[in-house]
Structure formats: structure tokens, C-alpha cells
């Protein structure tokens, strides 16, 4: 009998707490049990662990891995067992996908048709369709039952159904977990209790909101007073922050969380699936968490944890916000889009964060805001207010700028971009070894889950898992902030000729169209750090290995 080459696929979601090695043991051995009888042998496999059957096969790992391979002449197998096929193909997939293994004269085997599937078969084509609607039937039934069941145990229960405990509440133990099985898992359930010491913080804002105070002048009585924020106050959950100081928007998520009136509350946000691309359906959909209206929210009915406010003192505060002009109406101008040369680009140099732009008389400033408690609480001596006028910097900016560009200066120029070509492989060094640490954090996700599903104590593995997805969400941030390597040649000799065709460009500059410029800086690499004692402003131009620091008079000087 002669035999034949295969490769495997599979597909497990540890959603359901599934375990990958299990499932592709049995996935594997039900592939084996169809094609041994027949000379058949398995000699690569692809198995994608956690993605949800819902992603096109075009963004699964492993699945693009096998779609790759099928391009290779010496992929070393020539047909692909699925021992699952609810498992591996999710409604349309199985038409967008199986006609790829035609064109490469790859056959297709599943368990379900007895062997390899015959393209000109109509039976076979019709029980790959009704497989792909099955397993779509099958999900949505699932999410359907466990929203219901969620709803349901939050509505007569009040059953706390997990996430972070709100600002002025500490998670504590409630029982046993009612279903048998998990219990003697040593599953138990948890509560909301009252946080000793920001519970009266909570208190203090909803009374000061209804004596009058906005959301900015409780978040400068809070900081005066030395009231840690909720970053601040639980330091190991927010490393992402830097909990200088109470934000607006920490005052406002307080005064509109209706958990504080005691009531469990939940269905709050829905998860939407939308099309990635509306030009290409075969991508598939990407998930958008988007707010549910209030009329949807679940409330229990009966009290499930210790109030903070009452019930009605909520739904007054809720009154007052909308009746202070919290939502635009038909009547509100609509501003127009300015253009910013220089967004996102300075910083202030007394307390070194970005300074905004701000529309003022018909002009564009930058402008830091730092009230005066938060200074005192930092320790910072900084104004209210610190402004930059954008005419103040962009002409001296483009006059130094363009004189990189003068006849005698652009050889130099060229070569120090020439450089920046070659700084490349650093970035993308650090970024090999951010995505190894970021694999380390995914692999200790896994094995506090496992030590969650083998009984370890539930408070505990979730403060290991607070901590560490913290860690991970730093690293995916200094992964997004990483200058993206440009592979395209640069062309020194035609880039010169460029130049001296453009001639002054310190004219160039000045006369440029705002939005270009704008770009253009952003490109450039800019760093402009705003010194207001000083008057002036030192610009960066910031390679992966140098920085060049030149300071730029401001607001009349030279």
C-alpha cells in the first residue's frame, strides 16, 4: 500500500477552560483512525490554541501557516486532515477556504464524508456547508445561554459575575460555589464589601456633587487634601498610571457607577462583532464593546452589597448631570477641526506631560493645564496655566530646519539620515525582545488559570493575574510606541537632487500647507520640550541611538 503524506489541522478555545492537549489528542487520534486504514501518516501539524472558530482561517496563526505551506512545491505532504470539522471551519469559511486546496491540488479529508472530499460532489459540498452553519448555530446558542444565565443570576441572585471591584469596595468570600461539581473543584463565590478607607471618599464626592461642585473643582479638593486617587490608592493594579493626582474622569465614572446604591448591576456594555472590512466580508469580524442603553441594564432585584449612596440620591445626581448640559443638543455649535502643526509633540519641561492644543482668538496654542493642588501635592512649582503660541515657534522652527538643508549643509544632512536607515536592527531587536517577554506573560496567564481550575484560591490567582496582565498591557504599549522599521531603499543621489531642485528650504517650509507640515514634523521625529522660565523650547531630533538637542527662543527672543 503506498502511503500517504498528510498534514494536520486543529483547533481548540480555552474559553471554556479547555485543555489544548487533551483536545488535540482526541482530534488527532479520530484524523489517524481515517486515514491509517488507508496508507495514510501524518507528518506536519497545525494546531491553533485559543482563537475562536469565528476567525477567518486567514487570522489564525496556524491555520495561515498551513494556507502558506499549500504554496510551497516542497511542503513534503500533499492532502490535510481535520478530525473536527466544527472545530475548524465556522459559517461561510469552508466555501472561502476549500478552494485554495483545489487550486494547489492539495485533497481535504474529514471524518464526516469518509475521506478526501470530491470537489464535484454535491453531497460533499452541501455536508461541508451544513457542518459550517451547525458550528455557527452552536456559538450563538452558547453565547444566548450563558448571557441568559448571567442575567438571570444577576437579577435574582445579585450574584457578583466577576471583574474589578469598584473604587470604594474590596472583593470578599461568599460561600461555596452552588454547583457541586465546582465546589468540590474548591470553586467559591465572592461579594462586594465595603473598602475601609475609599468607601468615605465615594461618599464625600456624590455629597459635595450635589452641593454644587463640578467634576474639576471635587478632583482639586481631593488632591488639596491629600486623598490618594484610585490609581494611587491601589498602586499594584494601575501601573499603567501614574495616579498623580483625581482626574475628571475618575470623579465622573464614580458619580455614574450604579453599583454604589448596592444593587448589583450588570449588562452595562454588550460586545458587538462588526465586519473588519466592509470590502473584504471573507476577513471576518472584529469585536467592539460599545455601552448598552439604561433600559437594558440588569439591576438585582434586592440589595446585594452595603450601599454607599441610596438609590434615589443616584438617580438625582443622574438628574443634575443631564440638567447641566452633559449632552450636546441641536443647538450646540459644532467646532471645527483645527489644525495642530505641532500635535502631541511638546511637552512641558516643570511637570513633562504633553500639552494640548487649544484654539484661542482665531490661533493655535499649546497649553498645560496643572491646578494649583496638584502642584502642591507633587511637589511641582507650576503655573495654572502654561501657553505656547504656535506663530512663536513654527518660523524659527522651519529657519533651523531648513538650514540642515542649505548647499553646504546637504551632505551632512544626507548622512546623518543614511544613519538613520541603519538604526533599524536595534528596534527591532527591542522589539523581539519586548514580544519574548510578552510570551512569558502570556505562558504565566496559562498556569494561573490552570492553578485556578485545579483549586488554588480564587483571590489569590487573581491578583497574581491582575498583576501580570498590568505587566502585559505595559509591554503591548512600548510595542505600539515602537518607530516602525522602513525597509525601503533610500535613495541618497536622487534624494539630493530632490533637494537642490526644492532650493531655499526655509521658504519651502514657511510657505508649506500646515496639515503637510504637520506630517512632516511627525515624521521627522520630533521632540520639543517647552521650557516657560525660560522662554524657549528644545527641539530633538531623535534617532534609535542619539539625540540632538537644540534650544529654539520663543515669544520674541532670537
Not at 64 to 73: D, I, K, S, V, Y
Not at 434 to 449: F, G, P, S, T, V
Not at 504 to 524: G, T
Request: net charge positive.
Amino acid at each position: 500500500m503506498e502511503t500517504i503524506r498528510f498534514g494536520f489541522y486543529g483547533r481548540v478555545s480555552t474559553e471554556d477552560n479547555q485543555d489544548p492537549e487533551s483536545s488535540r489528542a482526541w482530534q488527532i487520534t479520530r484524523s489517524r483512525a481515517l486515514i491509517e486504514p488507508r496508507g495514510g501518516v501524518i507528518v506536519a501539524e497545525f494546531f491553533d490554541v485559543d482563537k475562536s472558530r469565528s476567525i477567518p482561517w486567514q487570522r489564525r496563526p496556524q491555520a495561515m501557516a498551513l494556507l502558506g505551506e499549500l504554496r510551497n512545491p516542497g511542503r513534503g505532504f500533499g492532502a490535510v486532515v481535520i478530525g473536527e470539522p466544527h472545530r475548524a471551519f465556522y459559517g461561510n469559511q469552508y466555501g472561502l477556504t476549500f478552494p485554495i486546496f483545489e487550486h494547489f491540488g492539495v485533497s481535504l479529508w474529514v471524518p464526516e464524508v469518509g475521506g478526501p472530499i470530491d470537489p464535484a460532489n454535491e453531497a460533499h459540498d452541501l455536508v461541508m456547508s451544513v457542518f459550517g452553519g451547525m458550528s455557527k448555530g452552536e456559538r450563538n446558542r452558547v453565547k444566548v445561554r450563558v448571557r441568559s444565565a448571567m442575567g438571570a443570576q444577576a437579577q435574582m441572585e445579585g450574584r457578583f459575575l466577576g471583574g474589578r471591584p469598584p473604587y470604594g469596595y474590596v472583593l470578599v468570600d461568599a460561600g461555596p460555589h452552588p454547583n457541586p461539581a465546582k465546589a468540590a473543584d474548591g470553586r467559591r463565590l465572592h461579594r462586594l464589601d465595603l473598602d475601609p478607607i475609599a468607601w468615605h471618599v465615594v461618599a464625600r464626592i456624590f455629597a459635595e456633587y450635589v452641593a454644587g461642585f463640578g467634576f474639576f473643582a471635587i478632583a482639586e479638593r481631593l488632591t488639596r487634601d491629600g486623598i490618594a486617587s484610585p490609581s494611587a490608592h491601589d498602586p499594584g493594579r494601575n501601573r499603567h498610571r501614574c495616579g498623580v493626582a483625581w482626574s475628571k474622569s475618575a470623579v465622573r465614572a464614580i458619580l455614574t457607577n450604579p453599583r454604589y446604591t448596592g444593587y448589583e448591576v450588570w449588562n452595562k456594555q454588550r460586545k458587538d462583532e462588526v465586519l473588519l472590512d466592509v470590502d473584504d466580508v471573507g476577513l471576518g469580524h472584529t469585536t467592539k464593546q460599545r455601552w448598552n442603553p439604561k433600559d437594558e441594564w440588569i439591576w438585582s432585584d434586592q440589595p446585594a452589597h452595603p450601599p454607599i449612596v441610596s438609590r434615589e440620591d443616584f438617580e438625582a445626581v443622574q438628574a443634575t448631570m443631564a440638567g447641566r448640559g452633559d449632552k450636546h443638543t441641536d443647538k450646540t455649535m459644532k467646532r471645527a477641526r483645527n489644525i495642530y502643526q505641532f500635535r502631541g509633540l511638546i511637552r512641558c519641561r516643570l511637570c513633562t506631560r504633553r500639552m494640548q492644543g487649544d484654539w484661542i482668538n482665531e490661533m493655535p496654542y499649546y497649553r498645560c493645564r496643572f491646578a494649583r493642588e496638584y502642584a502642591l501635592a507633587n511637589h511641582v512649582a507650576h503655573p495654572r496655566n502654561v501657553l505656547l503660541r504656535e506663530i512663536d515657534l513654527a518660523p524659527k522652527l522651519d529657519e533651523y530646519l531648513g538650514k540642515l538643508f542649505t548647499p553646504w549643509n546637504i551632505d551632512r544632512t544626507l548622512d546623518l539620515l543614511a544613519q538613520g536607515r541603519q538604526t533599524q536592527v536595534p528596534v527591532l531587536a527591542e522589539k523581539d525582545s519586548l514580544d519574548r517577554q510578552l510570551a512569558e506573560c502570556d505562558r504565566k496567564l496559562k498556569q494561573y488559570r490552570a492553578a485556578l481550575d485545579a483549586g488554588a484560591d480564587a483571590v489569590t490567582v487573581a491578583g497574581w493575574m491582575n498583576e501580570e496582565q498590568s505587566r502585559r498591557s505595559e509591554l503591548q504599549r512600548r510595542i505600539d510606541r515602537l518607530p516602525v522599521a522602513d525597509q525601503r531603499r533610500f535613495d541618497r543621489d536622487a534624494l539630493a537632487t530632490v533637494l537642490h531642485e526644492l532650493g531655499d528650504m526655509v521658504k519651502v517650509l514657511r510657505n508649506a500647507d500646515p496639515a503637510r507640515k504637520a506630517k512632516i514634523y511627525a515624521n521627522l521625529g520630533l521632540e520639543l520640550t517647552f521650557d516657560p522660565g525660560n522662554n524657549e523650547v528644545l527641539v530633538a531630533a531623535v534617532s534609535n541611538q542619539d539625540s540632538h538637542w537644540v534650544p529654539v527662543r520663543v515669544r520674541g527672543g532670537t
